[in-house]
């Protein structure tokens, strides 16, 4: 393990690092009711007072007087015994009030008792809160609700729903329920301003669909790179869990959670965790807000991004904790001013942008800024990865103050990403500019930059200081600084 840290380095594309330091600032990132016991009062027994007989001029010498008896008192009645309590009942759902705005999805026949298909419920409680304005769809906490496969569709909904979730929602584990394989779990579509909120949790099984792996699934590139301390790449570990179902799941594997075309929506409180794929996805939404919320997956798990982001615009993401097997934030085509900062990552492959260019398409992505992130045991830390025969840009990204603890590669730009056996060499590329990585600290497991550029936008002109020593040497630093843009094809303009 060696530290590090980057200060100020821009190369022709205008990446610029700051410092490697050896120095690594260690970041911490009912009562129950009481009970009384009655007293009774008893009534008290009235005293006789006994009467004497006889003349005192005549006594019997052989009678013997009785002794006076005293009075009979009754013994006090025991206390009662203290009443065993009973488990407090769950509420029995009642209809629906005529010009409600809150819905609860027990009042729609949901069972909550995590066997039962609740999926028809929860259309029932969503097309219902859909009318009005403003309203909540309540999924209350000590429920387990057993949900397959549900669109939560907006087009003709009222704006500001809030999705009020403090119970649990579980995937269904049968092959049966997935059909040949979808894109997603749980949807949700065309809405304006709608909030998902709540401590509660969305749980994908995703242990089911992870033993079929690796056969389908591709494999990410850097991990070519990670050369463990035995000298041999593990490509398959083993997970966790075992498919105890019949039948095997289907390779296409959901995304837990997906909002599409909304504008306007926010994620927070809830944890997400074992998704089959993705846990996250924004796609084509404008005006993103995720916050203080969870996602928790193994290390290990193929493929389960933690946040993905493609074609959307306007997003922050803050003070939230992402463990998973693959991107903690993955930022793909489209995608333009996000922002994430005081972001816990790891396990994982760190946060990526990309990958981009795939099968010759052209790729978009600007003005994205990362900072105060702490990264702890991923493979990666900030990467930028691309693959030949693209096109497009992608412009004005900025990597601040980013704390790495055992990370293996913390800087990476591939722009020869493939996450097949073999991949054709192409010239064209994605091209990069005004990237600029500044207070990169902590330690490396493996190497601490990683630069593969392409020949046809090469970024090996690099520009900067380095103020420690690294090893291995990061020896393609120039002194002074770039003079300038230098114009890109038209075909890399966006």
Request: with cysteine; net charge negative; hydrophobic share 30%.
């Given at each position: 393990m060696r530290g590090f840290s980057f200060r100020s380095l821009t190369f022709m594309l205008f990446i610029v690092f700051l410092v490697w330091s050896a120095s690594f600032d260690t970041c911490i990132a009912r009562r129950g009711k009481h009970w009384r016991p009655s007293r009774s009062n008893s009534a008290s027994l009235a005293k006789k007072k006994g009467k004497s007989h006889g003349n005192s001029h005549h006594r019997h010498h052989h009678g013997v007087s009785k002794p006076k008896t005293p009075p009979h008192k009754a013994p006090a009645p025991p206390p009662p015994a203290p009443k065993e309590k009973k488990p407090k009942p769950k509420p029995k759902p009642s209809p629906p009030q005529k010009g409600s705005t809150t819905f609860n999805v027990l009042d729609f026949g949901a069972k909550g008792n995590g066997k039962s298909d609740d999926t028809k419920a929860f259309q029932a409680a969503w097309a219902a809160a859909c009318k009005v304005a403003a309203s909540m769809l309540t999924v209350p906490a000590e429920y387990v609700f057993l949900v397959g496969p549900i669109s939560f569709s907006g087009q003709y909904c009222k704006a500001n729903i809030v999705f009020q979730l403090d119970g649990t929602i579980i995937a269904p584990t049968s092959s049966n329920a997935w059909g040949k394989g979808l894109l997603q779990w749980l949807e949700f579509t065309k809405l304006v301003g709608t909030t998902i909120q709540g401590k509660g949790t969305i749980d994908g099984s995703g242990s089911v669909w992870w033993q079929d792996y690796p056969f389908e699934d591709p494999i990410d590139n850097e991990s070519e790179l990670v050369i463990p301390l035995n000298n041999t790449v593990q490509q398959h570990p083993p997970m966790p869990i075992r498919n105890e179902l019949k039948g095997k799941m289907p390779s296409v594997k959901p995304t837990a959670l997906r909002f599409y075309g909304s504008f306007n929506v926010t994620v927070t409180g809830i944890t997400i965790q074992n998704s089959p794929q993705c846990h996250l996805k924004f796609d084509n939404c404008a005006g993103v807000l995720v916050?203080?919320?969870?996602?928790?997956?193994?290390?290990?798990?193929?493929?389960?991004?933690?946040?993905?982001?493609?074609?959307?615009?306007?997003?922050?993401?803050?003070?939230?904790?992402?463990?998973?097997?693959?991107?903690?934030?993955?930022?793909?085509?489209?995608?333009?001013?996000?922002?994430?900062?005081?972001?816990?990552?790891?396990?994982?492959?760190?946060?990526?942008?990309?990958?981009?260019?795939?099968?010759?398409?052209?790729?978009?992505?600007?003005?994205?800024?990362?900072?105060?992130?702490?990264?702890?045991?991923?493979?990666?830390?900030?990467?930028?990865?691309?693959?030949?025969?693209?096109?497009?840009?992608?412009?004005?990204?900025?990597?601040?103050?980013?704390?790495?603890?055992?990370?293996?590669?913390?800087?990476?730009?591939?722009?020869?990403?493939?996450?097949?056996?073999?991949?054709?060499?192409?010239?064209?590329?994605?091209?990069?500019?005004?990237?600029?990585?500044?207070?990169?600290?902590?330690?490396?497991?493996?190497?601490?930059?990683?630069?593969?550029?392409?020949?046809?936008?090469?970024?090996?002109?690099?520009?900067?200081?380095?103020?420690?020593?690294?090893?291995?040497?990061?020896s393609c630093l120039q002194t002074g600084k770039p003079s300038g843009n230098h114009p890109q094809k038209d075909y890399d303009t966006c």
């Open positions: 916050h203080d919320m969870r996602v928790s997956s193994p290390g290990d798990s193929p493929n389960t991004d933690g946040i993905h982001l493609q074609n959307s615009k306007d997003v922050l993401i803050h003070s939230t904790d992402l463990a998973c097997g693959d991107d903690c934030v993955s930022i793909q085509t489209g995608c333009t001013n996000v922002y994430i900062h005081n972001v816990n990552c790891g396990p994982g492959h760190g946060i990526s942008i990309g990958s981009l260019g795939k099968d010759g398409t052209k790729a978009c992505v600007s003005n994205i800024t990362v900072r105060d992130v702490v990264m702890h045991g991923t493979m990666t830390g900030v990467r930028i990865k691309t693959w030949q025969g693209g096109s497009g840009s992608v412009q004005g990204v900025l990597f601040s103050n980013i704390q790495v603890s055992e990370v293996q590669l913390p800087i990476v730009i591939d722009q020869f990403y493939c996450d097949k056996s073999k991949c054709k060499n192409q010239t064209s590329a994605v091209a990069l500019s005004g990237i600029t990585y500044e207070k990169i600290r902590g330690t490396y497991t493996v190497k601490p930059v990683h630069f593969a550029c392409s020949d046809a936008l090469p970024c090996i002109d690099t520009f900067g200081e380095l103020k420690t020593p690294t090893t291995p040497p990061i």
